[in-house]
């Protein structure tokens, strides 16, 4: 069994999208996400420079690039 592995991606929003849509996208790739092996949990958040940052949690750093396959199937 591996270390826990934290994954951060960063992104700016189109500037026509709102965060009300931006959360609401997000939740809908968490609801696949949850269907990953090895997912643990989410954050979403956005910085004072309005870029979103999302910090997922996954058991080791093997399952991390499994979800990419996973959500695109």
Known sequence: MGNKCIEIVRWQGKKNIT????TTAVNLILDDLNNCPGFISQLLCKNSQGQWVDIYHWENEE?????????RA
Request: proline letters at 8%; charged letters at 10%.
């Open 63 to 71: 399952y991390a690039p499994v979800s990419y396959t996973h959500l």
């Open 19 to 22: 965060d009300q849509q931006m």
